[in-house]
C-alpha cells in the first residue's frame, strides 16, 4: 500500500482531474441495468481525462501484475490478458481514479443504494495476439453475502472491430450460480452448452471511446473476445460492493483465496470495511447519486 508520496506525486496528485462531480444517469439505463445485469453507459470519464491516468495505471500494472511468462506458455486464462489488481494501493494516482466518487455514485446508483465500498480494482491489459476471455461469472469468487455487487469496465483506449467489448447473456444476474467453476477451458465449454440450452439472449457492446464503460453484476455471465491487433487492449475495471454487505462464509477455496486477499482475513459475519474496502466519497453538491 502506498504510505509515502514524495513531492512530485503529490504534485501530480493535486493536478488530476477531482472525478467528483454527478454523473446523470438515463432512466433507460436504469432500467436495462436492472432487468438484464448489465448496461452501456458512454462518457463516464472524457477521453482527456482517462489520458491523465492512463501512464500510471499501465505502468503500475506492469509493475505488480501477477503472471510475466511469455504467453505461449500460459494456459487459456492466462492468455486472455496481464492481469494486476489493487493498482490503487501502490501509487496515488491510480488511486484517485480508483477512488473517485463520479464511478462510486454511478454504481450505487445503479445498485440502487446509498454509498459503495470498493472490493478491489482490477487492470486488463489483453497484449496483441491476447486470447478470448472464457465464460465465467465474478462472483463465484466473491465470499459475500450480497447480491449488491457491480464491476466498472472502462477501456483506456478506443475498442473497435475486431477486437470487441464484452458478451453478457441477458438475465443470468438474477440466476445465481449456474455452476461454471473457475475460468477455464471448462468453464467456457460448460456454460456455452448452458447459453444454448436454455437459450439466453446474449449482447456484446463494441465501439467504444476511452472513457466509455459497461457495469455489470457479480452473477451476470460474460466473456471477451480475442485481441488479433499490434494494440493492447488496455482496461482497467474497479469492483464495488454496497455499504453494509458483511463477509459470507466462503463457499470452497477460490472464496477463502480472495476472503484473505481482497477483505484483509475479515472474519464471516462481520461488516465488509477496513483499510482495503474503504466507503467512496460523496460526489461534490449531492448528498445521494442522481437517479433520474
Do not use: C
Request: net charge negative; proline share 6%; aromatic share 8%.
Amino acid at each position: 500500500m502506498v504510505t509515502q508520496v514524495d513531492a512530485r506525486q503529490t504534485s501530480a496528485v493535486e493536478n488530476l482531474p477531482a472525478l467528483d462531480d454527478r454523473f446523470t444517469i438515463a432512466a433507460e439505463s436504469l432500467e436495462g441495468f436492472r432487468r438484464d445485469g448489465h448496461v452501456r453507459i458512454d462518457g463516464l470519464a472524457s477521453e482527456a481525462e482517462v489520458a491523465r491516468f492512463r501512464p500510471a495505471i499501465e505502468t503500475t500494472a506492469e509493475r505488480v501484475r501477477w503472471d510475466r511468462r511469455p504467453i505461449e506458455e500460459r494456459d487459456t486464462y492466462g492468455k486472455a490478458f496481464v492481469q494486476a489488481a489493487n493498482l490503487w494501493q501502490h501509487d496515488p494516482v491510480v488511486a484517485q481514479f480508483t477512488l473517485a466518487p463520479r464511478f462510486g455514485a454511478v454504481a450505487a446508483a445503479l445498485l440502487g443504494v446509498d454509498r459503495v465500498r470498493i472490493y478491489h480494482d482490477q487492470a486488463l491489459l489483453k497484449e496483441p495476439g491476447g486470447g478470448h476471455t472464457p465464460w465465467h461469472q465474478d462472483q463465484y469468487y466473491w465470499p459475500l453475502d450480497t447480491l449488491d455487487t457491480v464491476t466498472m469496465w472502462m477501456p483506456l483506449v478506443a475498442v473497435v472491430d475486431p477486437v470487441e467489448g464484452m458478451t453478457f447473456g441477458n438475465g443470468t444476474h438474477g440466476q445465481g450460480d449456474l455452476g461454471g467453476g473457475v475460468i477455464s477451458d471448462d468453464s467456457d465449454r460448460r456454460f456455452e452448452a448452458l447459453v444454448a440450452a436454455r437459450a439466453i439472449g446474449l449482447h456484446t457492446y463494441r465501439g467504444f471511446r476511452p472513457g466509455d464503460t459497461t457495469f455489470h453484476r457479480g452473477w451476470t455471465l460474460h466473456r471477451a473476445s480475442a485481441n488479433p491487433t499490434e494494440r493492447v487492449r488496455s482496461v482497467m475495471t474497479v469492483i464495488y460492493v454496497a455499504d453494509g454487505a458483511r463477509v459470507a462464509v466462503p463457499a470452497g477455496p477460490a472464496q477463502e483465496f480472495d476472503r484473505r486477499l481482497w477483505l484483509g482475513g475479515q472474519d464471516p459475519g462481520t461488516p465488509v470495511g477496513g483499510d482495503g474496502n474503504p466507503l467512496i466519497a460523496r460526489t461534490r453538491g449531492a448528498n445521494r447519486p442522481d437517479r433520474t
